[in-house]
């Protein structure tokens, strides 16, 4: 079910987090607004998942899109981002964060490994320095050109100018 792997409680996804490291799973962690689902994040949340056993995957809240983004993101709201993430086969579990960045959320998991899009390089990656202290690892995954949702949200609104 969708509902039972989204986490709004922090202590609670730890708990659960706990229990998956005590059964020897790879936990493999990453983050990012997830505004637009494409294709782009669906092959990269499966290469993700595919580096260890439970992919969780933080979302930012609203209000950090639209710091990040601009005011007129995020399109999609975090309710709407979270149960879209959780619905698929490769997410575990879905967090939320409303800071800048997910780093204290990653201080509290403490993921076996640390993921981030192409578009990152490993040592740009917020948090490796907690992963790496601990034994973990930090990996960019292939970013796939051509797929974003920035140049999706400007490819719907140049659609309109024709309408």
Known sequence: MIEDKIFLDIDKA?????RWKEASQKIVFTNGCFDLLHVGHVMYLQEAKSLGDKLIVAVNSDASVSKLKGPHRPIKDEYNRMSIMAALQSVDMVLLFGTETPYEIIQQVVPDILVKGGDWSPDQIVGSDIVLSHGGEVRS???LEGYSTTALEKKILDSYKYC
């Open 141 to 143: 995954l292939q970013f």
């Open 14 to 18: 730890v708990e659960q987090i706990q």
